[in-house]
């Protein structure tokens, strides 16, 4: 009964995710402040899918059972509290008490996630316990090796409430409260290394392949200190310079490692595609990253860099997983195929790569970029909203 109970809340957290990452092009076509779409897109769209399907996929992963089934139910209200209060807060129209009250459901829905987490793994932090069977045995030191990333990121994800709550509160803390260094924590530190652990256990087997030992020892430890070393020394200066070329060497690492897997594989998915574009703009967003580090920052470039990597690296890898565990091609509405699922995703890949070659030299075409990533989202939202119909 839990068990159906968790998948029935995860199906939720995907749907509210899915609504948010459209709300988020519609508020960057409508040209509100730059905040607004971030709230939208990083806390709304990644962080609510991360939590969704970390409540199905961590504790199987460190062979346990969720220590609370009631979480996902009482922080779902509390993140999206959080997130229109944080959205909102950013207009000008907001009274100022907005913002105070998203900081604070938000952070409080993320406390129940960590507290409900932290109990289920307690006994079994480092995951030498791995659930893995029998009959992938040979998975199992590579499993160990990704579980030992995740309390990382539950480590980051404290860090980052703590920032969150610095800024919009007022007072001290160690990166100073700076709402780009909290989006790095969320971002790389939190979505992006759960990426490599989970996507080390989950898109090998989606393949039918195995990943190379070596390449994952050296992406996860780039990835978990990565992103300390980009929000503190950020926006220049030493660290920042190693921090871009420590995560350049994760999120690279990391791709080669899956397009390896993927030009072995003999399994044609739709979804491995969409992953397989998301870890090419992954490159993208790390060589601009390397290139602000080294030249300094650009107004126009920075723009290009967050997108490329929210809706790029993390949200198509994010569509990319959730239509192997919805396939697209059982979607009962009309339309309901693979065929759309991947022009939902060109259609994102498409709009990404409009907004990064025009954003200098045609900087008028950017919503034209954004409008077809708007479609894609759409399409994307309008088919896990038709997979999910049928399991209600």
């Known amino acids: 009964m839990s068990s159906a109970r968790i998948s029935r809340w995860t199906r939720r957290f995907l749907l509210v995710s899915a609504a948010c990452f459209v709300l988020s092009q519609v508020a960057i076509l409508a040209d509100v402040p730059r ?12 962080l609510t899918t991360v939590f969704g399907k970390a409540y199905s996929l961590v504790p199987s992963y460190f062979d346990r059972t969720l220590a609370w089934p009631s979480a996902p139910a009482v922080q779902l209200p509390l993140l999206i509290v959080g997130v229109t209060g944080l959205a909102v807060g950013e207009t000008a129209v907001a009274p100022p008490w907005l913002s105070t009250v998203g900081a604070l459901s938000w952070v409080a829905g993320v406390v129940v996630f960590l507290g409900t987490m932290l109990v289920t793994v307690a006994d079994n932090l480092t995951g030498g316990e791995t659930g893995t069977g029998d009959a992938n045995a040979d998975r199992r030191g590579l499993d160990r090796l990704a579980n030992a990333f995740v309390p990382v990121v539950f480590g980051y994800l404290t860090v980052g409430c703590v920032e969150l709550l610095a800024g919009t509160l007022g007072f001290s803390s160690p990166f100073g409260g700076v709402a780009v260094r909290t989006s790095h924590l969320f971002a790389a530190g939190v979505a992006l290394l759960l990426l490599f652990s989970v996507g080390y256990r989950l898109l090998p087997r989606f393949l039918g392949t195995y990943p190379s030992r070596r390449l994952a020892a050296v992406v996860l430890p780039s990835g978990a200190v990565g992103p300390a070393l980009l929000a503190w020394g950020y926006p220049a200066g030493q660290f920042f310079v190693v921090g871009a070329v420590v995560q350049s060497v994760a999120v690279v690492g990391f791709a ?3 397009l390896r897997m993927v030009f ?5 998915r739709v979804g491995l595609y969409s992953v397989a574009v998301a870890v090419v703009f992954g490159c993208l967003g790390v060589a601009l990253g390397v290139h602000f580090a080294v030249v300094g920052l650009d107004p126009a470039l920075t723009t290009v860099h967050r997108r490329v990597n929210v809706y790029g690296l993390l949200g198509l890898s994010i569509v990319g997983a959730v239509y192997q565990f919805y396939p697209p091609g059982v979607c009962p509405w009309p339309g309901g195929n693979d065929r759309t699922a991947l022009g ?9 790569l409009v907004v990064a070659a025009t954003s200098v030299s045609v900087p ?21 909203a038709g997979t999910i119909s049928l399991q209600t």
Do not use: K, Q
């Open 256 to 258: 080669v490692a899956y």
């Open 344 to 352: 939902t995703i060109a259609l994102v890949a498409a709009g990404l």
């Open 264 to 268: 072995r594989s003999e399994r044609d």
């Open 364 to 384: 008028w075409a950017r919503p034209a970029g954004h409008a077809l990533v708007l479609a894609g989202a759409a399409g994307y939202a309008y088919l896990l």
């Open 35 to 46: 905040r607004v779409a971030i709230v939208l897109g990083l806390y709304g769209f990644v």
